[in-house]
């Protein structure tokens, strides 16, 4: 019986550090991810930090949206353009979501990056340490030249992140957010920027993905 991560290689990648872990979202994990976001990912106190609207869905909706665009994600991934969409777990318990996107990375060697915390999980150091490390599988295990992310300017957590990770801002521009206009953040950052957590990152199923997405050695 072949398992998931020999089926679709992108399943078998994992990244720990410390008391968490970062592994492939599954089909398996998706009801307990949809209900982690259905108690809530935004905060009261900043803008709304997404595009699109499926943090404000109802149950329901966002229940099917969401189990869509995984489905979607999996299945359009290809070697020249994928994103990788992973869990976060701390102690155990799931507390969100992290993703990485890249097209044509064999040439470009950029890599961007996002995620979403639960509201409950917030403010004790999380989301620092998951960029922290899929910026350090990114380095080290995919030979990135670049990671790239990007907030709306009236989120300051998400930007106060990306600065602690090493992160410099480069440009502004003006995007659509729900029907309202609203400014967008750049930020990117080298190898050498790049502040790592105090303690080590292990990364597993390293060699199938670099496979799956034809990064040869």
């Not at 905060?43 to 229940?63: I, Q, S």
């Not at 199923?205 to 997405?213: E, K, L, P, Y």
């Amino acid at each position: 019986m072949r398992t998931w991560s020999e089926i679709y290689p992108p399943f078998g990648v994992a990244i720990r550090c410390g008391d968490v872990e970062l592994s492939a979202l599954t089909p398996d994990v998706v009801p307990e991810l949809v209900e982690l976001a259905i108690a809530g990912t935004a905060r009261p106190d900043t803008g709304y930090p997404f595009v699109t609207n499926w943090a404000l869905l109802p149950p329901a909706e966002l229940r099917l949206s969401a189990a869509q665009f995984y489905f979607d994600t999996w299945g359009s991934a290809r070697p020249e353009s994928w994103q990788l969409l992973m869990v976060v777990r701390r102690g155990g318990q799931l507390v969100g979501c992290q993703d990485l996107r890249a097209t044509q990375f064999p040439a470009t060697r950029i890599v961007h990056t996002g995620s979403w915390l639960g509201l409950a999980h917030q403010g004790r150091g999380t989301g620092t340490l998951m960029r922290q490390m899929v910026c350090a599988f990114v380095f080290d295990a995919l030979g990135a030249a670049q990671c790239r992310t990007e907030a709306f300017l009236d989120n300051p957590v998400s930007q106060r992140v990306s600065a602690k990770v090493g992160y410099e801002r480069f440009d502004q521009r003006p995007v659509d957010r729900l029907g309202e206009p609203a400014e967008e953040v750049y930020f990117r950052m080298t190898a050498e920027q790049f502040n790592r957590p105090t303690e080590p990152v292990t990364f597993a199923g390293v060699d199938a993905f670099r496979r799956f997405i034809d990064l040869v050695d």
